[in-house]
């Protein structure tokens, strides 16, 4: 927006994003500032240090840390190589104004299909609350399919937790928790957290149900 292309602190380089963030040495100019707007005057032992103890923050954000850097995580959609039937479900919330939907899927133990689900939830635009719809929805599907034995993903660990923990009476969706709750104890299901990359079936299912108007289909 500037007329020149130099920076406007210290008019002695071009105006980049490194330049701005990390070459210009700020606290000079704002210490020439308070000099001459506030005659508040700091000594060069002051300035001296706020401008290494700048220079340390930058390099410390940008520094890859001691143990390697990022390690490899293998991550897929029965991450606890359970042996039984898996249910892998999502929420999700798109566009303006905000649509939700849920949705997931039910693999055997071997990874083959048996059924997928998704719904819109109309009049939502919280994504707990779609979360939570995919964990009841796909219970549900799973105990009229007479599965016996179940484990169900989510990549929301709020959700989990919500379930997992003690009961939570004065909750916004406290009764949407203890259905789930109960579909729980009445059967044999357990509950798993999962990363979103392992998750992205569910994902999609999650998405076809923000994008579609029925409130519940099942895809057999």
């Known amino acids: 927006m500037n007329l020149s292309a130099s ?10 994003f490194l330049h701005c963030i990390r070459d210009c040495v700020w606290l000079s100019w704002r210490h020439r500032n308070l000099m001459s707007l506030n005659n508040e005057t700091w000594s060069l032992s002051r300035l001296s240090f706020n401008i290494r103890s ?56 071997f990874g083959h299909y048996l059924a997928g689900f998704s719904g819109y939830i109309q009049g939502s635009s919280d994504i707990l609350y779609s979360e939570l719809n995919a964990v009841y929805k796909g219970l549900l599907l799973a105990i009229n399919m007479g599965i016996d034995e179940l484990v169900c993903y989510s990549d929301s660990l709020h959700c989990i937790n919500l379930i997992k923990g003690p009961q939570v009476k004065f909750h916004m969706h406290a009764v949407l928790i203890q259905d789930i709750k109960d579909l729980i104890s009445q059967s044999n299901v357990s509950l798993c957290h999962t990363l979103k990359e392992g998750n992205q079936c569910a994902d ?3 998405k076809l149900g923000t994008s579609s108007d029925a409130d519940f289909t099942s895809h057999d």
């Open 7 to 16: 920076c406007v602190r210290c008019d002695l380089q071009d105006e980049t």
């Open 204 to 206: 999609f299912f999650a």
């Open 54 to 109: 700048m220079v340390e923050t930058f390099k410390n954000c940008f520094t890859i840390s001691s143990n390697g850097g990022s390690v490899d995580r293998f991550i897929k959609w029965n991450n606890n190589n359970f042996s039984c039937t898996i249910l892998n479900v999502d929420g999700s919330c798109l566009g303006s104004p905000a649509r939700s939907g849920f949705g997931g899927i039910i693999r055997n133990t």
